[in-house]
């Protein structure tokens, strides 16, 4: 069992406490004996566990965990927090740009921004960034959580920064929306007004620059 493995407690031990735990019905098991899952009862008695452990045995508990879920589960959420948790970041930023994207999608945008900030963290440890259509559904999401200011920065850094030209049609059209929605407390230009709208009716094959000057 992943947990009696990193407990440092005997097999016998191990078992005898978890026997205990649930005919106090603090926690419930299930499974069969080797794989037996286990789910605490109360949220404040799990705490109580989890909390004086060690950082490092949290992330090693947290990659066992993932190790056991990612071969059982298709749980976007679940794998994400505990790879981020666990600080495989390859995997976690993976996991979490989709766990981001259904709940940006659902409108759960206080949640989306957690998780896409969970996703650029991993990135950076490798050097990375989130690409341009992430970094675009992280602005909108703070646009509907009232946080203009935050997601008027991402717009900005992508038209100005980007390594690379953005050369999807619809991406800019909704980068330059962001930039001119009524929400926004930005003074919008009439250069930028226009280009949104040039873009919002350009056909499909048309050639275009997202350079803007005011």
């Known amino acids: 069992m992943s947990l009696q493995r990193i407990s440092h407690i005997s097999t016998p031990a ?3 406490g978890l026997a205990e735990l649930r005919d106090t019905g603090l926690i419930d098991t299930s499974g069969a004996p080797g794989r037996v899952h286990l789910a605490f009862q109360n949220e404040s008695v799990r705490r109580r566990f ?7 045995r949290k992330t090693r508990l947290h990659r066992l965990a993932y190790e056991l879920f990612n071969c059982a589960s298709t749980d976007e959420e679940l794998l994400a927090h505990h790879s981020f948790r666990g600080q495989l970041n390859d995997l976690a930023a993976r996991h979490c740009l989709k766990s981001a994207n259904a709940l940006c999608g659902n409108g759960h945008y206080p949640a989306a921004i957690k998780v896409y900030n969970q996703a650029k963290l991993c990135l950076r440890r490798m050097g990375r960034e989130l690409d341009a259509a992430a970094s675009a559904d992280l602005a ?9 200011a935050s997601a008027d920065r991402i717009y900005q850094h992508l038209l100005t920064t980007e390594a690379t030209p953005i050369e999807s049609r619809s991406l800019l059209s909704s980068i330059y929306a962001g930039l001119t929605a009524p929400e926004s407390r930005k003074i919008v230009s009439a250069p930028l007004i226009l280009c949104s709208r040039a873009l919002e009716t350009a056909p499909p094959d048309c050639a275009y620059s997202s350079d803007v000057n005011d």
Do not use: E, H, I
């Open 14 to 16: 191990f078992d005898n």
């Open 50 to 56: 989890y909390a004086p452990m060690s950082k490092s």
């Open 140 to 148: 909108l999401c703070y646009a509907r959580v009232g946080k203009t």
